[in-house]
């Protein structure tokens, strides 16, 4: 398990850097456990990775107007996951993040920040694909995503690993898409 306590920290702010696909994983595991999730500002993400009996957990806020952040602490309130999505970087000082905090404090949901940075998260995330299967030749349909995943949580040594979400490398070998 590369999260420190086996999972996101509740009443708390993880960072996640901008990757849609694990994103999209970490509501889906919360979904299938029975949990709601919360997403906002985040017009173009896609859920096809969370399973059609499970969408019925996920809150969609694509637009949330003036306010992303009073709309994420409301959420929080009640939802077991938020996820908020800023397209440009925000860089939150300690008083405006105040409000947002004391409401996640009050509620049970871990915060996923992406594109947004609050003093001192509790957790820091870092994922890239590494690797994508079901492309070459003669087929050009992605079947699965290899997603390098690095955690830094507080007080805790950094983890990392790789998580394949879909089906893994079959008979042909992955395109590797690393730098």
């Known amino acids: 398990m590369l999260f420190p306590g086996g999972g996101l920290p509740r009443r708390a702010v993880s960072h996640v850097s901008d990757t849609p696909a694990l994103v999209v994983e970490l509501i889906a595991q919360v979904a299938a456990k029975g949990g709601f999730c919360g997403v906002v500002g985040w017009p173009e993400l896609s859920y096809a990775g969370v399973p059609a009996e499970d969408a019925g957990r996920v809150v969609a806020v694509p637009e949330p ?3 992303p952040l009073g709309v994420a602490g409301v959420l929080a309130e ?4 938020v996820v908020l999505h800023t397209p ?3 860089e939150l000082s300690p008083v405006r993040a105040r409000p947002l905090l004391a409401r996640l404090r009050q509620g049970r949901a871990a915060l996923v920040a ?3 940075r609050v003093p001192s998260p509790a957790l820091e995330v870092a994922g890239e694909v590494v690797a994508i299967h079901g492309v070459g ?3 050009g349909r992605i079947t699965g995503l290899d997603i390098r995943v690095r955690v830094q949580a507080k007080g805790a040594r950094p983890a990392s690993g790789v998580i394949t979400l879909g089906p893994g490398p079959q008979e042909r070998p992955a395109l590797k898409v690393m730098k």
């Open 88 to 90: 440009q970087r925000l």
């Open 137 to 139: 030749r003669g087929s």
């Open 114 to 116: 992406v594109g947004t």
């Open 78 to 81: 009640g939802l077991d996951l």
């Open 65 to 67: 107007g003036i306010d």
